[in-house]
């Protein structure tokens, strides 16, 4: 395996080929913000919040560093005042969804994302698709998927599939920044077998 | 719909995962919509997760998991049909079908939907049904056109 050398935060970092920028990051101490990532699942780009800039051709550009490739001689910003513009703005608009996640209070207080900024719309799910990702992934149960689109869509449980496997997984649940997760499922279990959680 | 029907669906698809649209597609235009046990025997067919083909199935507009009148009658709302009154027609469609759009009655006769544009809005306002379409209408002419179909 061929090794890459690139600058992130002007800290020269050896990368594989192969590795995402964030990758890189991490594996040199660096740290970057992240909701949708997980290292057992594919990376997915949802969340948006890992964003980095990076130098090309005189210019910066910003781009998702969970999905981009590491590059020779690529030099990165994981802090600048856009960034941090960028990432609160992501960190407000998800608090419209769930304004008292931990994960996202925490966040919110280092880059001073206000949580009231945005009327809030409490579905609680912020799509970051960890529960649909691990089930499939890992689990193959594919027992939760995403249903609808757009503004509506939302975490749906298949009920037949849920109540045989999930009672004893439940490996999902800590995954879940918001805790939309384990609402959906309380709502299910109640629906569909609520014989089976008594 | 019975069994052998999907099958023979699913098989003129060779049983390939990836052409799911296309069978979930042919099950709609003849069923008009998407039951329950249909999908769970594509899924077992296809070996696609349940979950895949129900974000599908809510994602495009053209599935339907619930049951479709024998008619389905589109109401043009876009702007050039707005302006010459679109959505009194709508009103009169709604008194005569006894729905609102997004709805179908009780004995499977109509469906009612508004779309966006028609893509003939010298005709405005327009209305289709069952994919011939009604120019010029008015609040007037609804019931002339609504009294062929049964």
């Not at chain 1, 960890?130 to 992934?137: D, G, P, Q, S, T």
Request: charged letters at 25%; a negative charge.
């Amino acid at each position: 395996m061929s090794e890459i050398l690139l600058k992130i935060d002007g800290q020269e970092v050896t990368a594989k080929q192969g590795m995402t920028l964030l990758d890189a990051a991490r594996s040199a101490g660096i740290s970057i913000p992240t909701l949708c990532h997980h290292e057992k699942l594919e990376p997915y780009g949802a969340c948006r919040l890992c964003i980095v800039e990076i130098e090309t051709r005189g210019g910066t550009r910003i781009v998702v560093s969970c999905v981009y490739p590491a590059e020779k001689n690529l030099i990165v910003r994981t802090r600048s005042e856009k960034i941090d513009r960028i990432r609160k703005m992501i960190l407000e608009l998800q608090m419209a969804h769930a304004p008292d996640s931990f994960i996202l209070q925490d966040l919110a207080k280092e880059y001073g994302a206000d949580r009231n900024r945005f009327e809030k719309e409490a579905s609680f799910c912020i799509h970051c698709g960890l529960c649909v990702r691990y089930c499939a992934e890992v689990k193959k149960k594919n027992a939760v998927g995403f249903i609808d689109r757009g503004i509506r869509k939302e975490i749906s449980f298949i009920p037949e599939i849920a109540s045989k496997e999930c009672w004893k997984c439940k490996e999902c649940f800590p995954l879940c920044p918001t805790e939309a997760l384990q609402a959906a499922y309380v709502l299910v279990e109640a629906l569909a077998f609520p014989q089976a959680s008594t | 719909m019975d069994k052998e029907r999907i099958d023979q669906i699913i098989d003129k698809h060779n049983c390939e995962p990836s052409y799911l649209i296309q069978v979930l597609l042919d099950i709609q235009a003849e069923n008009s919509w998407l039951p329950g046990e249909v999908l769970e025997r594509v899924a077992e067919r296809l070996q696609v997760p349940m979950t895949r083909i129900q974000h599908i199935a809510t994602f495009y507009k053209a599935f339907s998991l619930v049951p479709k009148g024998r008619h389905q009658i589109h109401v043009c709302m876009g702007t050039a049909c707005h302006v010459r009154g679109a959505s009194r027609v709508l009103d009169t469609v709604q008194g005569l079908t006894g729905i609102e759009p997004g709805e179908t009655d009780l004995d499977l006769k109509f469906s009612l939907e508004t779309v966006n544009c028609l893509g003939c809005c010298a005709l405005g306002p327009v209305v289709e049904i069952d994919g011939k379409t009604h120019g010029k209408m008015a609040p007037a002419l609804a019931a002339d056109v609504l009294i062929n179909y049964d």
